[in-house]
């Protein structure tokens, strides 16, 4: 992914990369392989922090290491904007903190939550809040895809690494939850396994325990629902993932890689009527990665910085994600209905 956001960068008007760190010798070399010689590498983010001609930071590192990083990038350059993958932090105490040391802050901060960008994402939010199926009463979000794959020192076999897998993957889906039905989720009921993936592994003679499926129901103060429906051994489909929002006037689905949005209306259209109307990506844009959603993102971050306006996702939506997902987990653990209240400090 550090890859993946240099070449972002480098696609945009009027941005380069000017430094990168990673303590990794061989990921250090990957990023010099498709930079300017200019451009200079650091094994320790510390030390490119003192870098006078950084403007902005990109934070891309293993989930477990965010917390310390952002703790010396929110202390140290107070000026420096600063665009986070995705999770916050492995914790929601870790998460309370970084806003916490957030505030105040001459620099930006954004959270990584790019999902929000697909093609077919963004036009399925724009339907919805078109009022087309009036109000989202019932969201589904249904993963099927692929188990996770290598990283650097296998970090993402393990759930204290992670934060697990309902946080570490799917808190992307808990934000586009909250995003559409526009309101506080407030409780969580889930039960999850670790079926297939990774079972034959070892790693220091210890097994992989990451979560290789789950549904997940998320309640919302207002009494609409939202239900996650993920499997990451079910490669064998057809789109990865397929998103409905169901109101009382009609339905919006958005299918992903297929890039097509159907939207349905109450009264108009039945059951087998309703026709697929292909997203087309704009062809102007670089894709990459994540069907050019990271790259809309980094424009979107760049014209907030150049205009001095505020960022489209806040650290508290990241937040939330994170809250979601690990009250997930609480409830898979426990066999029980998670208040996401009971996640956040007194």
């Not at 897998?165 to 939850?177: I, R």
């Not at 309101?183 to 079926?195: I, L, M, N």
Request: glycine content about 6%; charged content about 25%.
């Amino acid at each position: 992914m550090g890859i993946e956001h240099i070449e972002n960068i480098l696609a945009l008007d009027r941005c380069e990369v000017v430094a990168f760190s990673d303590p990794a010798p061989a990921s250090r070399e990957n990023a010099a392989a498709v930079l300017s010689a200019d451009a200079r590498g650091y094994a320790d983010h510390r030390t490119m922090l003192e870098d006078p001609d950084l403007d902005v930071v990109v934070l891309v590192s293993p989930n477990f290491t965010h917390i310390d990083v952002l703790r010396d990038i929110l202390t140290s350059r107070p000026d420096l904007h600063l665009l986070l993958e995705k999770p916050l932090c492995t914790t929601v105490a870790d998460c309370e903190e970084v806003i916490r040391l957030a505030q105040g802050r001459s620099g930006l901060v954004w959270m990584g939550l790019e999902y929000r960008y697909m093609a077919p994402v963004a036009r399925l939010l724009d339907e919805v809040r078109s009022g087309v199926a009036g109000s989202p009463l019932m969201v589904t979000i249904r993963e099927h895809r692929f188990p996770f794959l290598k990283k650097v020192g296998d970090w993402n076999r393990f759930s204290r690494n992670t934060g697990g897998t309902l946080v570490e993957k799917c808190c992307h889906f808990f934000d586009l939850m909250s995003l559409i039905i526009q309101d506080e989720p407030v409780r969580v009921f889930a039960s999850g396994a670790h079926d297939v993936n990774h079972l034959d592994e070892r790693y220091n003679g210890e097994q992989p325990d990451i979560l290789d499926n789950a549904f997940v129901i998320v309640d919302y103060a207002n009494g609409q629902r939202a239900m996650l429906d993920l499997c990451m051994f079910a490669d064998a489909t057809r789109n990865q993932e397929e998103i409905s929002v169901v109101g009382e006037l009609g339905k919006v689905e958005a299918l992903i890689p297929q890039d097509v949005v159907r939207v349905g209306r109450r009264g108009t259209d039945w059951i087998g009527e309703v026709v697929d109307q292909p997203v087309v990506l704009d062809p102007t844009a670089y894709v990459g990665l994540h069907h050019g959603s990271s790259f809309i993102e980094h424009q979107k971050f760049a014209r907030c910085i150049r205009e001095g306006t505020k960022p489209e996702v806040s650290l508290a939506e990241g937040l939330m994600s994170v809250a979601v997902g690990a009250a997930a987990h609480r409830s898979i653990d426990e066999g029980r209905p998670v208040m996401v209240a009971e996640m956040f400090s007194a």
